[in-house]
């Protein structure tokens, strides 16, 4: 068993009713500092139900992609985790790694705080989610002087295709100005990585227009855009294709190789055995 899942369990993880409970904010997040300057989050992959939360109404909220949804995108937890082991055997050490355990219905840590939750137990889950990936992205802007976040979704639209999500351009302004477009739409930006490895991706051409609905939500404006924090943000939306538990580690080996082919070029990391 892996030590974060047996330290959930016994954190105070329970079965009732067939139903996974967790009371502490904690309990209900996967969260590992990291010695890279990547850091991997996965918003909306949990099925826990959150001990004193009721599910969200989402009173006066559009139901609409980008506004209240509360379906989960299943496999993104594990996909997550898959990808920052891959990536430590790669580049010899591990990304920071935020990964959400509970429900979506319960709590949203992909929106803005009047939007992602209802009730206090639901809104410490919620924090401790934004004040890990805060301390990240500080604490790579101060070791590295650069940084990556890579948030990772799931969509129903296209089953084979990974949706590209960078506002078209605005959480991905750190590396444009300092390498040019290559680093965002060119050959060895993470999506020009991705789809040298195979992967079906949009917008295709890379410098084409992102998909209405895909185009990056809370966590690649906040924290790639308009935060302050001088790091850079994508998020990746998964079909079901590159989801499926059957192909999921392999999925994990070709999303690694790509980030760390980008890692490499532009976030200055190395490859374990490279001179």
């Known amino acids: 068993m892996d030590a974060w899942l047996r ?20 309990d209900l997040l996967r969260l590992e500092p990291g010695a890279l300057p990547l850091v991997i989050s996965a918003p909306h992959g949990g099925a826990l139900e959150i001990t004193g939360s009721a599910a969200r109404r989402g009173e006066g909220l559009e139901r609409k992609p980008g506004g209240f949804v509360v379906a989960r995108d299943g496999g993104t937890e594990e996909l997550a985790g898959l990808v920052a082991d891959a990536l430590e055997r790669r580049l010899g050490a591990r990304p920071w790694l935020v990964v959400n355990r509970a ?7 992909n929106r803005r705080p009047e939007e992602a939750f209802e009730d206090e137990a639901a809104g410490a889950v919620y924090r ?36 590209r999500g960078t ?13 040019g477009p290559r680093a965002v739409v060119g050959a060895e930006s993470l999506f020009g990585e991705l789809r040298q490895r195979g992967v079906v991706v949009h917008p295709a051409p890379l410098d084409g227009v992102e998909q209405a609905g895909f185009t990056g ?22 079909g079901a294709r590159y989801r499926a538990a059957p192909v999921r580690e392999g999925v994990a080996e070709v999303v690694a190789d790509a980030i760390t082919a980008h890692a490499v070029t532009f976030l200055g990391c190395r490859r374990v055995g490279a001179e």
């Open 128 to 163: 401790r989610y934004h004040d890990f990936l805060t301390d990240a992205c500080t604490t790579m802007r101060a070791r590295h002087g650069t940084g990556l976040v890579i948030d990772f979704h799931g969509q129903g639209s296209a089953a084979g295709t990974v949706f």
């Open 167 to 179: 506002g078209n351009g605005l959480s991905t302004a750190l590396l444009a100005r300092r390498f």
């Open 103 to 109: 429900h979506r219905r319960f709590m949203d840590p």
């Open 217 to 238: 939500g809370y966590i690649t404006k906040h924290y790639g855009a308009a935060g302050g924090f001088d790091v850079a943000a994508v998020q990746l939306e998964f």
């Open 7 to 26: 330290k959930t369990i016994v954190a105070g993880l329970l079965l009732a009713g067939g139903v996974c409970r967790a009371a502490a904010p904690d």
